[in-house]
């Protein structure tokens, strides 16, 4: 978890700002197949590496959504604590696009841009960030998403 904090003004004043990046999280064969179990989503270009080995992706890919899911830990490492919240939550997403297959083994971190910060009812603020996953040594990223997170004071 992040050990920087920021007040609400700052967090406002922010917008239109990268406001951080995790760390590398590696995507290994034990996440994925624990995904594939616990989601019951067993499909064998995540679950079998000799299968997968013969289709285009050259063996094991994550699961999107598994690399969506992912993003709740970035966040963690990536974004300041608010000063003064009581909590925050997940409000949803407003856009994700799944862009490039994360095979199994390759490390992924994500970047968080503040869109928009708006007060509501005086006691929560509403962020929208542009979020990326990046794949270390690609081009292209994993994922994009507009992501909404509820701040409670």
Not at 2 to 7: G, L, Q
Not at 73 to 84: F, I, Q
Not at 115 to 120: E, G, H, Y
Not at 143 to 152: H, N
């Amino acid at each position: 978890m992040t050990t920087t904090s920021i007040t609400r003004e700052d967090m406002i004043a922010a917008q239109g700002r990268e406001i951080g990046h995790s760390g590398w999280f590696t995507m290994d064969q034990a996440r994925i197949d624990a995904f594939a179990e616990v989601t019951e989503d067993r499909q064998f270009i995540h679950i079998d590496p000799v299968r997968a080995a013969d289709t285009m992706f050259g063996g094991t890919v994550a699961h999107g959504m598994l690399t969506l899911a992912m993003m709740s830990g970035m966040a963690y490492a990536a974004l300041p604590a608010m000063v003064g919240q009581s909590a925050s939550v997940n409000y949803g997403f407003e856009k994700v696009r799944f862009i490039t297959p994360v095979r199994s083994g390759a490390r992924i971190r994500g970047r968080f841009v503040l869109s928009d910060a708006t007060v509501r009812g005086g006691d929560k603020l509403m962020t929208r960030f542009d979020v990326v996953v990046e794949i270390e040594g690609e081009a292209r990223p994993a994922l994009t998403a507009d992501w909404l997170i509820l701040y409670m004071f």
